[in-house]
């Protein structure tokens, strides 16, 4: 498994005490040592811009790229520029291409994350850009084109993800926990995507607190069967930690077990797949998932280190109905 990571992603820096800071990244390398990996440094691409260009909207790319020069601002109430943004950025775009041009298994270990970076910044309906500045895994779908499966775990939907490939026939599969009790607020199975991409979007919302019994079945019932329908040249994961049961920002109730579940059956899948840090605050998690992340990726062993968490009944109960929400607008397009 290739480790793309460099200390430039940690120029990135918050102007105050803020969740997505340049530490986490600390700990996932500590992961990926302790998983006997070594990183490798990502080449900065001459196109990188281009490639954030041609994704989002030029008043934005240049907004941001004059925050940059101007020595940083917070954004917004969540998101923050530094001045070492745009090559954090930048390099991070690269790092995404070259993984994807070499069409292994890869980890992109990179800040600042993207999936809540819609064409403009701030997308859909949220308050706020979520700590996202350019969307890397849309970017990275756009790249190759065709044929990409872009898969978001990470606790929040990626409302940035889905703005910009809504109208496209690559497929988007979000779990996140219920936009009704988690920013950004979007993310309902009814948003199925529009004209070419009517289909390709599918939101799987969770009820907080749900636990692996729950994420096991949204595996093996929605993820892993419509993978395989439709059949990806190449798999993104949006990787966020954040759904995990001790991260201080989300409420679902996941363990490693469930993450690594979810991981194995798409390497299973034995596609070209690129592994992209998104969100999750919790440092030991942070540091203790990539790990397990690692040693499945490349030593085939499933070593979460933690026991299977079980949803409380009301909470099943509650995940039942969703499951029937999910399939009523899936279920028209996809065999489930
Ligand atoms: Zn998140």
Redo the contacts with the bound molecule.
């Keep these: 498994m290739l480790v793309y990571y460099s200390d430039v992603f940690k120029k990135h820096v918050p102007p105050f005490r803020h969740p997505e800071a340049p530490d986490r990244l600390d700990y996932l390398v500590e992961g990926v040592l302790e998983a006997g990996a070594v990183v490798k440094e990502p080449e900065m691409r001459a196109d990188a811009w281009d490639l954030i260009y041609a994704v989002h909207d030029k008043s934005y790319v240049d907004y941001v790229k004059r925050i940059c020069e101007r020595g940083g601002a917070e954004i917004d109430g969540d998101t923050y520029i530094s001045p070492g943004t745009c090559d954090a950025a930048a390099l991070s775009v690269s790092a995404v291409a070259n993984a994807i041009d070499k069409r292994e298994v890869a980890l992109v270990a990179s800040r600042p994350p993207g999936h809540h970076a819609g064409f403009v910044g701030r997308a859909l309906t949220a308050p706020t850009q979520g700590f996202c500045i350019f969307n890397t895994a849309a970017i990275g779908a756009l790249y190759l084109g065709e044929g990409v499966a872009v898969v978001d775990i990470?606790?929040?939907h990626g409302n940035g993800t889905q703005e910009i490939l809504y109208a496209k026939d690559l497929l988007y599969i979000s779990t996140h926990q219920h936009p009704a009790t988690l920013y950004p607020g979007t993310g309902y199975p009814e948003e199925v995507g529009e004209g070419r991409g009517e289909g390709f979007n599918i939101n799987i919302p969770l009820p907080p607190e749900a636990g692996d019994d729950i994420y096991v079945k949204v595996v093996d019932e929605f993820i892993i069967p419509i993978l395989r329908q439709y059949n990806p040249k190449l798999v993104i994961v949006s990787l966020?930690w954040?759904a995990h049961r001790d991260d201080p920002?989300?409420d679902l109730n996941l363990s490693l077990k469930g993450y690594l579940y979810a991981i194995d059956a798409i390497l299973k899948l034995q596609k070209p797949t690129v592994f992209l840090l998104?969100?999750g605050y919790n440092r030991s998690v942070i540091k203790r998932g990539t790990k397990a992340l690692i040693r499945l990726a490349t030593a085939g062993e499933f070593a979460p280190g933690e026991a299977q968490t079980e949803s409380a009944p009301g909470v099943y109960k509650r995940f039942e109905e969703l499951a029937v929400e999910v399939r009523r607008y899936t279920g028209r397009y996809w065999r489930l």
């Design positions: 990470d606790v929040h966020g954040d920002l989300g998104e969100g």
